[in-house]
Nanobody, 123 residues
């Protein structure tokens, strides 16, 4: 069983930056692809970014390309999401997850989820 804990969320002004962390415990996630999703009030959970188990491949939603960067630290069993040039529309609860399926952007391909961390971007 894997437990995921997200941290690093908060309130930031538009144009600012945040770095989210997703710490895994219970077992190593080094052999799994990982992803970040977000969910705004009244909206469905949407894909943000994903990283392969090797770290050699990354994937991003069009809405965050060029602004967000996903990375992982195998020694810390942690995945990060660096978010720059934040916009009010980035406001959401951000979740990390372990991917056990094939499709990086499909939440159904992910098996373990964290509780989420709130990101609020003010205009």
């Amino acid at each position: 069983q894997v437990q995921l804990v997200e941290s690093g969320g908060g309130l930031v002004q538009a144009g600012g930056s945040l770095r989210l962390s997703c710490a895994a415990s219970g077992r190593t996630v080094s052999s799994y692809a990982m992803g970040w999703f977000r969910q705004a009030p009244g909206k469905e959970r949407e894909f943000v970014a994903a990283i392969s188990w090797s770290g050699g491949s990354t994937y991003y939603a069009d809405s965050v390309k060029g602004r967000f960067s996903i990375s992982r630290d195998y020694a810390k069993n942690t995945v990060y999401l660096q978010m720059n040039s934040l916009k009010p529309e980035d406001t959401a609860v951000y979740y990390c997850a372990v991917r056990t399926g094939q499709r990086a952007a499909d939440p159904l391909e992910y098996n373990y989820w964290g509780q989420g961390t709130q990101v609020t971007v003010s205009s």
